[in-house]
């Protein structure tokens, strides 16, 4: 038990379809992060939540939208999602606010992240 | 722009030591980390340097030398169970704070 959930842990979909994925951390921490892991690719950081404010966004496609509607639940809504948006995503929280102060550093907590495919 | 490097595979034997490297370039440095991940898990935290020096934790340490723009994670007495791939990632200040992930290195440890 990580204390980071995600739902659904598979997900298959249609490109007209759309979905949202779901993450809820049960340690009371104030930044939330989303990630896509892509077979054979560099980890990549796409969204990051501190005290429910969108802080950083990292050149995320318009068919990815997160939400954050309180300190412990980011969901991360799909619509008319390609074929190379099949990959695991993954869920992260971490204690302190960020940016972090320099010189400290915010131990991230991965969920267990959500295979989804996209025909 | 921004980038890391580190070894896609290391092989080592149970009992071990070993050392994966990373380099990277970026001109906002702000820190380096390391992550274990294995097979169909996430990744779990293990190591944050943002001075020079080497920080142990148990049978892991990472170093650091932010003038060479390179670091090591270090692990010793390798187990079986430490088969998993090890990611750095480099927190940059550049336009705005980002986080960069390298590629990974895939860790086989042998019997």
């Known amino acids: 038990e990580t204390g980071v959930t995600q739902t659904p842990r598979h997900l298959v979909m249609g490109m007209t379809n759309k979905k949202s994925l779901k993450c809820e951390q049960h340690l009371g921490h104030n930044a939330m992060y989303w990630y896509k892991q892509s077979a054979k ?18 050149s995320v496609p318009s068919r990815f939208s997160p ?14 999602l390609q074929p190379e948006d099949s990959a695991l995503y993954l869920c992260a929280s971490s204690q302190a606010a960020y940016p972090p102060k320099q010189g400290s550093y915010n131990e991230q907590f991965f969920g267990p992240g959500t295979r989804l495919t996209v025909l | 722009g921004q980038s890391l490097e580190q070894p896609s595979e290391v092989t080592a034997v149970e009992g071990a030591i070993v050392q994966i490297n990373c380099t990277y370039q970026t001109s906002g440095f702000y820190g380096l980390s390391w992550y274990q991940q294995h097979d169909g ?62 590629a990974g290195t895939r860790l086989f440890v042998k019997a």
């Open chain 2, 41 to 102: 898990g996430a990744p779990t935290f293990l190591s944050y340097n943002a001075l020079d020096g080497l920080e142990e934790t148990g049978r892991f340490s990472s170093f650091l030398s932010r003038s060479d723009s390179y670091g090591y994670l270090l692990l010793q007495e390798l187990q079986m169970k430490d088969s998993a791939s090890y990611f750095c990632a480099v927190r940059d200040n550049t336009g705005g704070f980002k986080t960069i992930f390298g």
């Open chain 1, 67 to 80: 939400e954050c509607p309180n300190s412990s639940h980011l969901f991360l809504h799909l619509h008319t």
């Open chain 1, 41 to 58: 690719k560099p980890l990549e950081l796409m969204f990051v939540y501190s005290l429910e404010e969108r802080v950083e966004n990292n």
